[in-house]
């Protein structure tokens, strides 16, 4: 066999239909539907009168994410202002989020665009603390003494624009 | 094995004279016989006192005994008169597995003696006198039951007992205490019959001691080969935590010094040393390689040696020859400048590693934290799914408007996505690698920092040389070169810390050697012992305990259900019925029988069998529940058989006119008393 029989050959082997199938994508836990509506019940109820904007749901699970930002929600109320620190992001995927929420019937959003929990949301918020599970957000939420006005988050935002 | 009293004696100093009771006890069956409340129970109860087990019934040693012995007797039956008990005393005399009679006495109430103290006196009570020799032991504190001072001690050696060492909670052994075993020997009134070992006292930490107990008295070889198992277990796992420890702790005594350990895996190796597997010591050498302990010392001593001989030829004495000498000094300080720049290069690039590696460590040690937080919030979301939560649930189903799907992920597009327990797993596996490339990479920026200091060292050597050679090119020859002497010193510095090191390396070596080949033999043991199994001795024990306990439960008249359907437990050698607890659905009274039948079983398998049951069994108001006459008359038949070596005692209030036919035809002693059991005596 010469050389370029071999390589007819090679080429002959190689002239089969490739197949490529998708793999399922890993998703970072932030993404996944069930563990932010989970957030953002325990947001919402974290929020004073448990009634928070759509801005307040932002700057809440904004802040959730590290324990300097939760100081800063939290140094708020004695009105010393973080002129060092970054400016909240909106994150889309919470906007989803937050219309699954609606959609499922965990949240009911008021014409005011004011997120609150509905009797169906108390209870799967009740199920999720039952569960122990979310430990170390619940633990960072309550680092945060009281409930969260709106007006604070307004005041917090306001940083922003000065 | 074997107990047996012979004799029980009560003493009791009263303002109105001495008062006591004499009871001889035979061996068979025995039976004491007294109206309520006339003393049966301190006669039962003085036994137990006697023998310092009275740990079963209480925690107060005192109130074992009741408190005619121990405060007020009743000095005149009439009147029922009492008087303060000054000073009283037990006294029992009872036989061993020697055959050997002793005499135990022990104090109730005494101003000198305290009743922690056990007195013994070897020989029967007939020939005890004033002069006789008497041991003094002591009983119910910490060890008294294993030092050799403790009553128990000398007890267990007394009947032929070798108390075994039980694996206890968190790791600790205890022995198996004699007042564990004797609930299984000795019923007594108040506590004994609520079911089998119902006074077990379990202070000592050990596990499963009720089945400790009945696996001791039958001589299991079940419960040896567990105890050899747990024993040898334990051993292993302090072997392994040795090994640990002894290499953290050389590998340690290594930093700093240029050098490091190799070879010595991690965890305690199934063989050690092999072949590809042996404790080194290497130094760095400066450049890329590390040169092994041995070979450094060697070269050490080769240059120190040839710089000693060559000190003599350092002398010269006409002008060429100083010239010359001259001209070599300096060709070694441009040839030690040289060395020194290169050794600065390698300095500085290894420098510039060094915190190159350390970042990247840092930099997996972020991602390493990242991954960990991301596995958290996902087991978080596969938690939620699993419970079938509220959330869960409602996001499985379909969009209850437009009927679509509802999304997986909170991503844009329609991106097919892994599952919450996909991505665990797959995170867990990053994790595994990530943990694996932070292992590398730290262990990498050790050896190299431990290079960094030989190299630095290096460097300081080099300075110290260059200094010396100008000093000998300024100064007069004739005498040893500067350079030399100060080579001379570096080298015998380093000799001795490299010598330090071997001998170090040597001693670790042995340990490890000593630590593996003891590994290799426990080892070897664990896997010699037999599987947790009964033996077949063990089972024909348990079998026969079981046949022994049907037929005295039929002999018994017991009603609850047919006796076919209970078998004694492989498990926990209890007897069971449809693998439930015997005595949990019973009525009283076939409980009673229960546990007529289960000790009185136990004893005539210590019958058939080689087992450590002393053949002796004390019943305490066996008749309980008002059991039919004809069941305790049956029971009496049974206690009254075996082998003439087991002493059965019981005490009973039964009336002596039904008590005398239940007893009649059968070999038995029966002592009577009549009215209070202390009564006056003479002393």
Redo the contacts between chains.
């Keep these: 066999m010469t050389a370029s029989d071999l390589g007819a050959d090679v080429l002959g082997w190689l002239d089969a239909p490739l197949n490529f199938v998708a793999r399922p994508d890993p998703v970072a836990p932030n993404d996944r539907p069930e563990r932010r509506i989970a957030l953002c019940l325990m947001v919402v109820d974290k929020s004073w009168g448990g009634r928070a904007t759509w801005k307040a749901v932002h700057v809440l699970s904004w802040a959730l994410k590290s324990h300097s930002r939760l100081e800063m929600v939290a140094r708020l109320r004695d009105g010393t202002g973080p002129a060092d620190r970054p400016v909240v992001r909106f994150d889309p995927a919470l906007d989803r989020a937050l219309d699954l929420a609606v959609g499922l019937g965990f949240l009911a959003r008021s014409d005011a665009g004011v997120f609150s929990l509905t009797p169906v949301g108390q209870d799967a918020l009740s199920e999720v603390r039952a569960a122990g599970l979310f430990v170390d957000e619940e633990e960072a939420l309550t680092s945060v003494k009281g409930k969260i006005s709106n007006s604070s988050v307004e005041r917090l935002l306001e940083w922003r624009t000065k | 094995m074997n107990l047996n009293v012979r004799h029980l004696r009560l003493r009791a100093h009263t303002g109105q004279g001495v008062y006591g009771a004499d009871i001889p006890f035979k061996p068979g069956l025995m039976v004491v016989r007294a109206e309520n409340s006339r003393g049966k129970s301190t006669a039962v109860q003085s036994i137990l006192f006697a023998l310092g087990l009275e740990r079963m019934i209480t925690t107060r040693p005192t109130s074992a005994v009741t408190s005619a012995m121990r405060d007020r007797l009743i000095y005149d039956a009439d009147s029922k008169a009492e008087t303060e008990v000054l000073s009283s005393r037990v006294i029992v005399e009872i036989e061993g597995a020697s055959g050997n009679a002793a005499c135990v006495t022990r104090w109730v109430a005494d101003d000198t003696l305290s009743p922690n103290l056990v007195r013994v006196h070897e020989g029967p009570l007939s020939e005890l006198t004033s002069d006789t020799p008497f041991v003094d032991y002591y009983v119910g504190r910490s060890g008294g039951a294993s030092s050799e001072r403790g009553f128990h001690v000398w007890l267990a050696e007394f009947i032929g007992w070798d108390m075994p060492e039980l694996p206890a909670r968190e790791g600790r052994t205890s022995q198996l205490y004699m007042e564990q075993v004797f609930p299984l020997l000795f019923v007594e009134q108040r506590r004994g019959w609520g079911g089998i070992q119902a006074q077990m006292p379990v202070f000592s930490g050990v596990t499963e001691v009720r089945k400790r107990a009945v696996e001791f008295l039958l001589s299991l070889d079940v419960g040896r080969q567990d105890l050899t198992r747990q024993r040898l277990r334990a051993e292993e796992a302090e072997l392994v935590a040795s090994w640990q420890v002894a290499t953290q702790a050389f590998a340690r005594s290594l930093d700093g010094t240029g050098m490091r350990l190799d070879g010595v895996p991690s965890r305690l190796p199934s063989a050690w040393p092999t072949e590809d597997r042996q404790a080194t010591v290497s130094e760095a050498s400066g450049g890329e390689e590390w040169v092994p302990l041995d070979a450094a010392l060697a070269a050490c001593v080769a240059e120190l040696a040839a710089l000693e001989n060559a000190n003599v030829e350092q002398v010269a004495d006409d002008s060429a020859a100083e010239n010359e000498r001259a001209a070599q000094i300096s060709g070694r300080i441009i040839e030690a400048l040289d060395e020194s720049r290169r050794i600065r290069a390698i300095d500085l690039a290894l420098r510039e590693d060094i915190l190159r590696d350390e970042a990247e460590v840092r930099t997996v040690e972020h991602r390493l934290a990242a991954l960990r937080e ?1 596995l ?3 087991q ?2 596969v ?3 699993k ?1 079938g ?4 649930e ?2 499985s189903s379909d ?1 209850p ?1 437009c009927h679509q799907h ?7 597009g329609d ?6 327990s ?2 665990v797993d ?2 867990k596996k990053q994790i595994l690698l990530f943990e694996s490339m932070l292992g590398d990479s730290s262990s990498a920026v050790e050896a190299k920092r431990e290079r960094w200091i030989s190299v630095r060292s290096r460097s300081d050597d080099l300075a110290l040389t260059v200094q010396a050679l100008r000093d000998d090119l300024l100064g007069r020859s004739g005498g040893p070169s500067a350079a030399t002497v100060a080579r001379v010193v570096q080298l015998r510095d380093r000799e001795k810390r490299l010598r330090a090191t071997a001998e170090r390396l040597a001693e670790f070596q042995i340990r490890l050697e000593t630590l593996a080949a003891r590994a290799v033999e426990v080892r070897a043991a664990l896997r010699a012992v037999p599987s947790d199994d009964l033996s077949d001795e063990d089972r024909k024990k348990l079998r026969a305990l079981q046949r022994s306990f049907v037929d005295q439960l039929k002999a018994y008249d017991f009603g609850s259900f047919s006796n076919e359907m209970i078998v004694v437990s492989e498990d926990d050698y209890l007897p069971r019925r449809d693998n439930f607890d015997l005595q949990a659905d019973i009525s009283a009274s076939d409980s009673v029988r229960v546990i007529w039948a289960y000790l009185l079983g136990l004893l005539e398998v210590g019958e058939q069998f080689s087992t450590n049951h002393p053949g002796f069994l004390v019943f305490d108001e066996p008749k309980q529940q008002s059991a039919k006459d004809f069941s305790f008359a049956a029971l009496l038949r049974r206690a009254a058989g075996g082998t003439a070596g087991r002493q059965v005692v019981f005490a009973t209030s039964e009336p002596l006119e039904t008590l005398r036919p239940m007893l009649e035809g059968l070999s038995h002693t029966l002592h009577v008393v009549d009215g209070y059991l202390l009564q006056r005596v003479s002393e």
Aim: proline fraction near 11%; aromatic fraction near 2%; hydrophobic fraction near 35%.
């Design positions: 991301d958290r919030q996902h978080d979301v938690t939620l799914q419970l939560s509220t959330i869960s409602q996001m969009c408007v509802l999304p997986s992920t909170l991503l844009p991106v097919p996505t892994m599952t919450p996909d991505s797959y995170i």
